[in-house]
């Protein structure tokens, strides 16, 4: 089954805009990653957040981990049209075992 | 370059006919792991593999089998493929100091069984 869930399912904002994708998971998690995937291609690891963390920044990305909520966002700021792309949240059980789940993703659309 | 590379990249075949896709990884990881992805769902994990040797289930295992002979190669097997595995794939890797490290993905096979 499914442990993350991004929402929301679709996005569409102008370029310059921000963007807040959200991810909720159930289990306790050791970390938390997003990733990006261009239509149709092999995911891109954008940036990974540890259970003890709560923001963390790259470049124009912003990811927030809230663990009592059991939830993550991910900012994208001043969006642009390459932004375009599906987004996905990724966590491993805090259980020592190695399985990963992505969520369903979020599919960002920036207009030019 | 380090890369993932999966082959072959499109397959159209019939119920039935075994195959095998290949996936290949030139950074000496340690964990290995097929997905698959359909519309609506996300990637969902098939297998994964710790180690040469090791291998173990992931969320949907069914009628797909693995294995890990080398440290640099993991096939996925369909022995008697079906038409809901029609599914893109992809095989990813990465390190292994404690779990989900970030994972470098390959550029995914697009399988239709009819």
């Known amino acids: 089954s499914q442990q993350g869930e991004e929402d929301p399912q679709a996005l569409s904002i102008q370029e310059g805009e921000n963007a807040t994708m959200n991810c909720s998971y159930k289990?306790?998690?050791?970390?938390l990653q997003w990733y990006r995937q261009n239509s149709g291609r092999g995911l891109v690891h954008l940036i990974l957040?540890?259970?003890?963390?709560r923001e963390k920044h790259s470049g124009r990305l912003r990811v927030t981990l809230d663990t009592s909520k059991k939830s993550s966002s991910l900012l994208i700021t001043a969006s642009r049209a390459a932004d375009t792309a599906s987004y996905f949240c990724?966590?491993?059980?805090?259980?020592?075992?190695?399985?990963?789940?992505f969520g369903a993703g979020t599919r960002l659309f920036v207009k030019a | 370059e380090a890369q993932v590379t999966q082959n072959p990249r499109y397959l159209i075949t019939v119920t039935g006919k075994k195959l095998t896709v290949t996936c290949s990884q030139n950074?000496?990881?340690?964990?290995m792991s097929w997905y698959r992805q359909d519309p609506g769902l996300g990637l969902r994990q098939i297998y994964y593999?710790?180690?040469?040797?090791?291998?173990d289930k992931g969320d949907v295992p069914e009628g797909y089998k693995v294995s890990r002979k080398e440290k640099r190669n993991f096939p996925l097997i369909l022995e008697s493929p079906s038409p809901n595995q029609t599914s893109l794939y992809f095989c990813?890797?990465?390190?292994?100091?404690?779990?989900?490290?970030?994972?470098?993905f390959g550029d995914g096979t697009r399988l239709s069984i009819l």
């Open positions: 289990t306790s998690i050791n970390n």
């Open positions: 957040i540890r259970s003890n963390e």
């Open positions: 593999s710790m180690n040469v040797e090791v291998t």
């Open positions: 990813a890797s990465s390190i292994i100091q404690g779990s989900n490290q970030p994972q470098h």
């Open positions: 990724a966590t491993a059980a805090n259980t020592g075992g190695f399985k990963t789940i």
């Open positions: 950074m000496n990881h340690e964990y």
